[in-house]
Nanobody, 116 residues
């Protein structure tokens, strides 16, 4: 059974930083690209970032470029998202996600609230 467990969310002031983690199990983590997506309150889920299998290639939504950094540790089966210069617009539930040919699995998410 695929399991993705996010952590690291919380309340942070505008301009602050957070690092999210996602521990993966139940599949061969090192064989899949991994993603972060988020769902702001009252809005649809939006894609945030993707990382290649070995971590050499990373991709970001425009709002994340220059502020967020995705990384992975294949030895520990952990995906990370470092977020800097957070704004109130970054308030959302953040999910890590893995996609197969005909399936997508997402964790339970971790809440990030940016507020003064």
């Amino acid at each position: 059974e695929i399991q993705l467990m996010e952590s690291g969310g919380g309340l942070v002031q505008p301009g602050g930083s957070l690092t999210l983690s996602c521990v993966a199990s139940g599949f061969t983590f090192s064989s899949y690209e991994m993603e972060w997506v988020r769902q702001p309150p009252g809005k649809e889920i939006e894609w945030v970032s993707r990382i290649s299998i070995q971590g050499r290639r990373t991709y970001y939504a425009d709002f994340a470029k220059g502020r967020f950094t995705i990384s992975r540790d294949n030895g520990k089966n952990v995906l990370y998202l470092q977020m800097n210069r957070l704004s109130t617009e970054d308030t959302a539930v953040y999910y890590c996600q893995v996609r197969g040919i005909q399936w997508t699995h997402r964790g339970q998410g971790t809440q990030v609230t940016v507020s003064s």
